[in-house]
């Protein structure tokens, strides 16, 4: 027993110091998305085109104390390209979000409500994301689907008709498409 306590003890002494020489990077989102600042790749962002990235998501809310992955993962997406050399003025990105997640875009009370009394780990994500430039839409569908109103919605969020629609008008537009559950 003794010799596994000091074997794990010095595996996680080795990892904390392979992590500490590893260079993380946060360069628009600081909070969310900490990425690896890689100086030795051979494919990187074109830092002179603009990008149009339409990410829907529809992630289940597995732990309403933490931010799912893949909500967290659109921070990632702009500080990867930040780091590849693209502006922030160059990097256009709408979220549509549905289904289960819909219920992360819902303001503190709502969420409190839904989730036995625990605070919104989503609100300061989105208002970050906001700021940074991202369009958040939340399906008007899901939303009624889920018993909420406009005004349960938190600010930084805008209503569509439904997330078909929101995806398809985007698509048309020329964003890229990914699909993060």
């Keep these: 027993m003794k ?37 030795d790749v051979d494919v990187k962002p074109d830092p002179d085109m603009e990008y149009k990235i339409l990410i829907e998501e ?17 921070a990632r997406l702009i500080n990867l390209h930040a780091v590849g050399g693209v502006k922030k003025e160059n990097l256009k990105v709408a979220l549509v979000i549905h289904g289960p997640a819909t219920s992360s875009v819902i303001n503190n009370e709502a969420y409190k409500t ?39 919605v938190i600010p930084q969020v805008k209503v569509a008709t439904s997330a078909l629609t929101a995806v398809t008008t985007y698509q048309l537009k020329g964003y890229a498409y990914f699909k993060w559950d």
């Design 3 to 39: 010799s596994t306590f000091i074997l794990l003890a010095l595996l996680l002494i080795a990892q904390a110091g392979i992590s500490q020489d590893r260079k993380w990077a946060n360069p628009i989102i600081k909070d969310y998305g900490r990425i690896l600042d890689l100086e």
């Design 58 to 74: 529809v992630f289940k809310m597995d732990n309403p104390a933490r931010a799912n992955f893949s909500a967290t993962n659109v």
């Design 114 to 152: 839904k989730y036995d009394d625990k605070d919104s780990p989503y609100i300061k994500l989105y208002e970050d994301l906001a700021a940074s430039g991202v369009e958040i839409i939340v399906c008007g569908q899901s939303l009624e689907m889920g018993g909420y109103k406009k005004a349960d």
